[in-house]
């Protein structure tokens, strides 16, 4: 069955650093979604994605993120210089065009120290 | 905006027994999605069942089925025969015409030998 991907299950960074989340979704998926959940808490929404430009957008969403498709299977979310309140589970997820049953990939911990 | 929210942050069941967690959700759109996700401690997001609001009928996968009350704006999940592999936390997720899913704090469930 095939399912989303994602790499690394785990990073650990310093504060101020830059870091790449990757997910591989599931191939004949449109809709591309990035999550995240801080230890304890509830999953929030950051960035939808579709036909290669956001969709939707959180104001967790700020300047510091940016996600992008770079070769048409990887999609990508860049931190630019991490906080220590990033740390968290960030999760991408997916789904085909008329369904609205998104799959989540296995998620990246993100730890910023 | 979208809200759901779960009033029960804990629950417990005796194992085979049977137990429902109770979900709300606020909304002024008239086509959406509802769905209950399961996330046991390896973090990975598994959806357990979805609603489509349009539809009356309530929604069942084998042991877990959904009462659904539309106009009270209510979503509760039903689990019978639990059994140990069901102890995870549980998210109520609501999905409209943006897409992302909003979800809920989540409700802990504990199964009882």
């Known amino acids: 069955e095939p399912e989303v991907t994602q790499t690394p299950s785990h990073q650990v960074t310093q504060m101020g650093q830059e870091v790449i989340l990757r997910c591989v979704p599931i191939?004949?998926?449109?809709?591309f979604y990035w999550y995240r959940q801080i230890l304890g808490q509830k999953v929030e929404f950051l960035v939808s994605f579709y036909n290669n430009e956001i969709s939707e957008k959180s104001e967790i969403f700020d300047d510091q993120f940016s996600v992008e498709r770079p070769d048409g299977s990887n999609f990508t979310l860049k931190i630019r210089s991490t906080k220590l309140e990033d740390s968290a589970m960030y999760f991408c997820a997916s789904t085909v065009s008329d369904s609205y049953e998104q799959y989540f990939g296995p998620g990246t911990r993100l730890t910023v120290t | 905006a979208q809200t759901v929210t779960q009033s029960q942050p804990e629950m417990s069941v005796q194992e085979a027994e049977t137990v429902t967690l109770s979900c709300t959700y606020d909304t002024s759109e008239s086509d959406y999605y509802l769905f209950w996700y399961k996330q046991p401690p390896s973090r990975q997001m598994i959806l357990v069942i979805r609603?489509?609001?349009?539809?009356?009928q309530n929604a069942t996968e084998n042991r877990f089925s959904v009462n659904f009350q539309k106009a009270a704006k209510s979503f509760s999940l039903k689990i019978s025969d639990s059994q140990l592999g069901d102890a995870a936390m549980y998210f109520c997720?609501?999905?409209?015409?943006?897409?992302?899913?909003?979800f809920g704090s989540g409700t802990q469930l504990t199964v009882l030998p």
């Open positions: 191939s004949n998926h449109l809709y």
């Open positions: 997720a609501y999905s409209g015409s943006a897409r992302q899913l909003t």
């Open positions: 609603q489509e609001a349009y539809k009356q």
